[in-house]
């Protein structure tokens, strides 16, 4: 956010040195709350974000689930949890390295993030766990257009559809292999 403030006097008055030194302190009081308002937000959003992902963190998550179970059940409507976690991670650390391990999970973030909507929330359950939360949405039901997920090929004891061919096709080979849907609540 920037601006500039523009200030008029009609004629024949003009602006003297006390208007001016005025000006100057108003526009360095401006000045300071812009950069105040910049450096809040900067710590509003690391407060609810995991650093290495970018998903929403576990406190936010428990905040914000708890506002979606009590909407849930006072109007009655569906609600569908996703609870994911990555298959082999551990190798994964121990075989490529933990910058291996940070990529595959920024990964598996980038491509949840493309498979949801805008009411949905992609959030870091813990070490290699997600959980998407998906108002609006019955068990079993799949929100997007997209074919089961993850494709046949990939092996998983729960099919889950809420992404397109395109977005897992975007998820890089040693992410796709982690990720193992664990259960649906």
């Given at each position: 956010?920037?601006?500039?403030?523009?200030?008029?006097?009609?004629?024949?008055?003009?602006?003297?040195?006390?208007?001016?030194?005025?000006?100057?302190?108003?526009?360095?009081?401006?000045?300071?709350?812009?950069?105040?308002?910049?450096?809040?937000?900067?710590?509003?959003?690391?407060?609810?974000?995991?650093?290495?992902?970018g998903a929403y963190?576990?406190?936010?998550?428990?905040?914000?689930?708890?506002?979606?179970?009590?909407?849930?059940?006072?109007?009655?409507?569906?609600?569908?949890?996703?609870?994911?976690?990555m298959d082999y991670?551990?190798?994964?650390?121990?075989?490529?390295?933990?910058?291996?391990?940070?990529?595959?999970?920024?990964?598996?973030?980038?491509?949840?993030?493309?498979?949801?909507?805008?009411?949905?929330?992609?959030?870091?359950?813990?070490?290699?766990?997600?959980?998407?939360?998906?108002?609006?949405?019955?068990?079993?039901?799949?929100h997007g257009s997209?074919?089961?997920?993850?494709?046949?090929?990939?092996?998983?004891?729960?099919?889950?559809?809420?992404?397109?061919?395109?977005?897992?096709?975007?998820?890089?080979?040693?992410?796709?292999?982690?990720?193992?849907?664990?259960?649906?609540?």
């Amino acid at each position: 956010m920037a601006g500039a403030p523009i200030v008029f006097r009609d004629a024949p008055y003009v602006f003297d040195e006390e208007d001016r030194l005025m000006f100057i302190q108003v526009g360095k009081q401006l000045g300071q709350a812009l950069v105040n308002t910049r450096i809040h937000e900067k710590v509003r959003v690391e407060a609810i974000t995991d650093g290495l992902t970018g998903a929403y963190n576990r406190r936010y998550l428990d905040d914000f689930l708890n506002i979606e179970v009590k909407r849930s059940q006072r109007y009655q409507r569906p609600m569908s949890i996703l609870l994911l976690d990555m298959d082999y991670f551990h190798a994964c650390n121990e075989k490529a390295g933990h910058q291996a391990g940070d990529r595959a999970l920024r990964d598996v973030v980038q491509l949840l993030n493309l498979g949801v909507r805008s009411v949905d929330l992609v959030a870091r359950y813990g070490g290699e766990e997600f959980m998407v939360v998906l108002p609006e949405t019955e068990a079993g039901r799949r929100h997007g257009s997209g074919p089961t997920y993850p494709p046949p090929d990939r092996k998983s004891s729960l099919p889950l559809r809420c992404f397109n061919r395109q977005h897992w096709e975007l998820l890089p080979a040693h992410s796709a292999k982690m990720i193992h849907p664990a259960r649906m609540i």
